[in-house]
């Protein structure tokens, strides 16, 4: 055997071990990984990815749910009947306000029409007014220009209170004509009317 042959020889032997003593290095760390925990952690997901039925909860990635077409659709329906319950609202408020309106217009009328109601009645009783004065006034003084004779009899047949109110409007001869013809009775009863009135009217 040459020289050569023997140093290649010893160069095979000295890599082999070296590449042994590397291998044993990777074993070592590897024992103390598995034992550290490490190893642990390898060996469960070996374990899942050999047996996925095993597979916790947790390992699974959660999938957002989305909502459902019956589900938008109640939702659809809800707000229809929402819209349609308001709309049925503002229909019913603006018939109220339109009845209101009507009433309201209704009131002025009747209003105005109670005004000049009014103020034609106050114009026929200040005709009435005026007419009973002119019947009285002409009354009156058909009753001076008769025989006071005459007249006492009429006031004879007259209630006391109706013909105080001649008298008293008549001019005082005439009266005091008229009292003369009449009872005793009758003109005490009239006189007593007429100072009864008279005690009434205010002196100042």
């Known amino acids: 055997m040459t020289r050569k042959s023997v140093k290649n020889k010893r160069s095979r032997k000295a890599g082999r071990g070296v590449l042994i003593l590397i291998i044993g290095f ?3 760390s590897g024992v103390l990984r598995l034992g550290s925990g490490t190893g642990s952690a390898i060996a ?3 374990q899942s990815l050999s047996h996925p039925e095993t597979r916790t909860v947790t390992d699974v ?3 957002a749910c989305e909502p459902d077409e019956e589900g938008i659709g109640d939702l659809l329906a809800a707000l229809k009947k929402r819209e349609a319950r308001v709309a049925e609202q503002e229909a019913a408020l603006e018939m109220r306000m339109r009845v209101l309106a009507a009433a309201e217009e209704g ?3 009747n209003l105005a029409a109670l005004e000049a109601a009014e103020q034609q009645l106050k114009a026929t009783m200040a005709l009435a007014d ?3 004065e002119d019947d009285l006034s002409r009354l009156t003084s058909v009753y001076e220009n008769m025989k006071a004779k005459d ?3 009429l006031f004879e047949e ?3 209170q109706f013909s105080a109110g001649f008298l008293g409007r008549m001019r005082p001869d005439a009266a005091a004509a008229i009292f003369a ?3 005793p009775a009758k003109a005490y009863s009239i006189s007593v009317i007429l100072a009864g009135r008279n005690a009434e009217v205010p002196t100042e």
């Open 26 to 28: 990777f074993l070592t």
């Open 61 to 63: 990635t959660p999938v």
């Open 158 to 160: 007259m209630d006391p």
């Open 181 to 183: 013809g009449m009872t």
């Open 107 to 109: 009131a002025k009328k």
């Open 151 to 153: 007249a006492a009899k």
């Open 44 to 46: 469960r997901e070996i």
């Open 130 to 132: 005026t007419a009973a």
